[in-house]
């Protein structure tokens, strides 16, 4: 929702992928069949993007619904999707820079944004549905080279890496949803939390454990993480207590640490939870969760998409409901993914 109007997407566009995963996660709650009917409808829109490969994005649009779609029926038409889309997420790999592309055009040469771990998804679950090696390579690729580039000393992450196609060089280090260069822009925190942790489920190297836990401890440690534990849009934002939040940084942190807290010992485990519940409770309370019928029908209001541009700032995001959907999910399951 952005200025009070519903915008409705393609299935080109990265958010497509969304609105029929929390369908397939209600059906999933409620086992309800005309959930599961609404989901496979609105799932079988997004279908044209498997075969599109202008986008980094393939990993949210087809992970987030035809993913959903295929845990919960196993019909192997969904699996044809993901397997298409993935293959087509791979031609956007350069091995010379050892990283799959995410914008194309300018003003950058080979920009890589921290919020691609996110599409690793479908390549590792690509991975293990053929063990054919060039997904998990990729993937792989990938995710060491964003350790090696996108990260400060303190673990939160640059938004925007440049590369030198030719090279592989870094050219430079910007944001472009954050508030400057250097700063933590919450969101692209907890896609990095989120996909390091999901990097981890699948290799179990432990590279990718510890990069999840610096993440986390950067985030759970931060003085400026609010007491609701939904963080301002962006740690350095200038003007606290009166920046928005962003709910949906809240829900992929809460989610991502649900997950993590499954991964590693108690001491850790109790801390990483800690944060997480409160999440939901702040998320599921008045102040973020909309009444019935209000908010243009989302869940959650309170969400920043691109606050530099003034577009959807304080607005209800559909990757907000999402992830907070998933994120009680695996809450009610215990720790693990769900
Ligand atoms: N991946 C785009 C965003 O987080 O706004």
Redesign the pocket.
């Known amino acids: 929702v952005d200025k009070g109007g519903l915008v409705l997407v393609g299935p080109r566009d990265?958010t497509s992928g969304f609105f029929p995963g929390s369908l397939w996660r209600i059906a999933e709650h409620t086992g309800d069949a005309q959930w599961r009917k609404a989901a496979a409808d609105l799932t079988a829109r997004v279908e044209p993007a498997k075969t599109y490969g202008g986008t980094h994005d393939l990993g949210f649009i087809l992970y987030c619904s035809y993913g959903q779609a295929y845990r919960l029926t196993a019909d192997p038409a969904y699996r044809e999707v993901l397997l298409t889309g993935a293959r087509t997420l791979c031609t956007r790999f350069n091995p010379k820079v050892g990283m799959i592309r995410s914008w194309d055009g300018r003003p950058w040469s080979y920009p890589v944004i921290i919020?691609n771990m996110m599409n690793l998804e479908l390549l590792m679950f690509a991975h293990a549905q053929t063990r054919e090696a060039s997904f998990k390579e990729i993937a792989v690729r990938h995710a060491n080279k964003t350790i090696e580039n996108h990260f400060r000393p303190d673990g939160s992450s640059f938004h925007v890496v440049d590369f030198d196609p030719n090279t592989g060089a870094v050219l430079k280090r910007q944001t472009h949803?954050g508030f400057s260069d250097s700063s933590a822009w919450a969101?692209g925190q907890s896609?990095g939390l989120y996909g390091f942790t999901m990097m981890y489920r699948f290799t179990q190297d432990p590279a990718y454990l510890a990069q999840a836990r610096k993440v986390a401890d950067f985030l759970i440690g931060h003085p400026r993480l609010p007491e609701d534990k939904i963080p301002y849009w962006d740690f350095d934002a200038p003007d606290m207590p009166r920046e928005p939040r962003d709910a949906s940084a809240g829900a992929v942190m809460c989610s991502a640490l649900f997950e993590l807290a499954g991964q590693v010992e108690a001491e850790s485990a109790s801390r990483y939870l800690a944060v997480a519940r409160q999440q939901i409770r702040s998320l599921a309370s008045p102040a973020y969760r909309a009444p019935l019928d209000g908010n243009g029908h989302f869940l959650l209001m309170h969400s920043v998409?691109?606050k530099g541009r003034g577009v959807e700032v304080d607005a209800p995001l559909v990757y907000a409901d999402y992830y907070f959907l998933e994120a009680m999910a695996r809450c009610k399951a215990g720790l693990g993914a769900g």
Do not use: L
């Open positions: 990265w919020d949803q969101r896609w998409g691109h």
